[in-house]
């Protein structure tokens, strides 16, 4: 099996490619960040993952027009080399909001959808919810990314009440790895429940001892915060 990720540098896509070279031994070819680019490097591919997006900019329309442009490009990379793949989309919970950014997805999955009709191939798209581990970075991937730098540097930490759904990164790549139509689990809480969380490790943590862990979500989350011990920006 030949598969291409594009944002392979970005979180899920560093954690897609471990998965799919070092698990499921597929051959991946490495695009790059700059994956428009490289896309005549291909001359065969059986999947396309298709992971980069823009998140956010400080005009929030400039997202729907940034991501509408993304998308195009990519569509017509894939054309003007002639590369007919199958197409696994990362989608997100958002795409059902009337924000900027849930309509840039909603817009993306339809162009992805049309191309692989055009080109006869499969198309699969995974809606996340807001997912978290190792590799994110603080101040822009995840916000449990930000909470857990922050409480191991003595940061002040600002949260909030909203409530939030949450998935570990393995048990996303591990869904999507199958290359199957499949909903991503997650676990329901809110912002300040987790805050409380990490908070709660970090003072058992100092002392030397260890947390009692009453579900495999705070074992994820756990060793989220682990992983951010002398973490540098």
């Known amino acids: 099996m030949k598969i291409a990720i594009t944002g392979e540098k970005g979180f899920i896509g560093v954690h897609l490619t471990l998965y799919f070279k070092n698990i499921l031994k597929y051959e991946v070819i490495e695009l790059g960040r700059d994956y428009l680019a490289n896309l005549d490097k291909i001359n065969k591919l059986d999947w396309l993952i298709h992971t980069a997006f823009v998140h956010r900019n400080p ?17 017509d990379g894939l054309k003007s ?45 995974f809606k996340l919810p807001n997912v978290f581990g190792t590799y994110a970075k603080p101040n822009r991937t995840s916000f449990i990314a930000s909470f857990c730098y922050n409480l ?3 940061i002040l930490v600002n949260y909030n009440q909203n409530k939030i759904n949450l998935c570990c990164v393995e048990d996303v790549i591990s869904i999507i790895g199958k290359l199957q139509k499949k909903e991503i689990p997650f676990v329901e809480s809110s912002v300040d429940k987790v805050y409380f969380l990490l908070k709660e490790f970090k003072e058992i943590t100092t002392t030397g001892g260890i947390p009692k862990l009453k579900s495999k979500f705070e074992l994820d989350l756990y060793n989220t915060y682990i992983s951010y011990t002398n973490y540098k920006l």
Do not use: M, W
């Not at 929030?60 to 195009?72: G, H, I």
């Open 59 to 75: 005009k929030p329309e400039k997202v729907l027009e940034l991501n509408k442009s993304l998308t195009k490009a990519t569509i």
């Open 152 to 154: 191991q540097n003595d």
């Open 81 to 125: 080399n002639n590369i007919k793949c199958n197409v696994a989309f990362l989608s997100s919970i958002h795409e059902e909001l009337d924000t900027f950014y849930g309509q840039s997805k909603r817009e993306a999955k339809i162009s992805f959808l049309n191309y692989c009709k055009t080109v006869n191939k499969e198309f699969i798209s």
